[in-house]
């Protein structure tokens, strides 16, 4: 699947700190195969289990099986 210019130029761009991903809030950036996606608002004051679930649906973190 080829990239857009806009992600390949965010992706290509490195600094003496690194690569930048995303060049502001609304670029979409996907992990492990999800489908791209805008970074998420959270509450002013995310409680725990809030940032577990941004976490997951990004596709950052999983469940470990019982």
Known sequence: MALSN???A???QETADGTLVGRNSTSKVGFYGTT???RPQVAASPNAQGIVDALKALGLITQAAS
Do not use: G, H, S
Request: glycine share 0%.
């Open 10 to 12: 965010a992706a290509a």
């Open 36 to 38: 791209p996606t805008v």
């Open 6 to 8: 806009d992600t390949q």
